[in-house]
């Protein structure tokens, strides 16, 4: 199965300072159909999962601006261009191109 | 708007079985893949298996093989996981997702696994 490796685990960010996440793949997660199944979620507090994040830079609805992810082959980015409050929780990226899907171990997003 | 409402969770002894059951809502169910996916206690996501439109073609992570079954129901808009031979180690918050890129979560539902 293809692993997924984040970091950092831990990300202390400053209120409107911009934060960077990492993800990177044990193989290159290019489909035969030459698109790639990386997508990036946010889990808030006590809160089920969302998707921010598909097709490594695509924002699904209502997600804001700030949000923004990028990458190819093996090495992706989230990108978050000033943290709000309202951004505190883990992030973790998945890849669906090859078989059973698979989760990075999430980084934790929180407030200086 | 997407609405999926996960039941059957509980309590349930090592060995055990529960059936869980997804109710989804406000979009395509029968074009749409499904995924189920699990999160114990304090840990991160784990992909637990997904089926096809038409559920013809599933799949699972090594550690279910065997164990747990996915399928659905389209006229009832209705995802479900048998759990057989339940673990410890299977105890977790247990979500149903749209997709196999999971663009939409339910709520959860608990599963323990626990004498």
């Known amino acids: 199965d293809v692993v997924m490796t984040q970091s950092p685990l831990s990300l202390p960010v400053t209120l409107g300072q911009p934060a960077s996440i990492s993800c990177r793949s044990s193989?290159?997660?290019?489909?035969?159909?030459?698109?790639?199944?990386l997508n990036w979620f946010q889990q808030r507090p006590g809160q089920s999962p969302r998707r921010l994040i598909y097709?490594?830079?695509n924002r699904d609805s209502g997600v804001p601006d700030r949000f923004s992810g990028s990458g190819s082959g093996t090495d992706f980015t989230l990108e978050i261009s000033r943290v709000e409050a309202e951004d505190v929780g883990i992030y973790y990226c998945?890849?669906?191109?090859?078989?059973?899907?698979?989760f990075g171990g999430g980084t934790k997003v929180e407030i200086k | 708007e997407v609405q999926l409402v996960d039941s059957g969770g509980g309590l349930v002894q090592p060995g055990g079985s529960l059936r869980l059951s997804c109710v989804a809502s406000?979009?395509?169910?029968?074009?749409?893949?499904m995924t189920w996916v699990r999160q114990a206690p304090g840990k991160g996501l784990e992909w637990v298996a997904n089926?096809?439109?038409?559920?013809?073609?599933?799949h699972y992570v090594d550690s279910v093989k065997g164990r747990f079954t996915i399928s659905r129901d389209n006229a009832k808009n209705s995802l479900y996981l048998q759990m057989n031979s339940l673990r410890a180690e299977d105890t977790a918050m247990y979500y149903c997702?749209?997709?196999?890129?999971?663009?939409?979560w339910g709520q959860g539902i608990l599963v323990t696994v626990s004498s």
């Open positions: 089926t096809n439109q038409d559920g013809s073609e599933k």
């Open positions: 193989q290159s997660l290019v489909y035969s159909d030459g698109k790639t199944y």
């Open positions: 997702a749209v997709g196999r890129g999971a663009a939409h």
């Open positions: 406000g979009f395509s169910f029968s074009t749409s893949w």
């Open positions: 998945m890849q669906a191109t090859h078989g059973p899907g698979t």
């Open positions: 097709k490594v830079s």
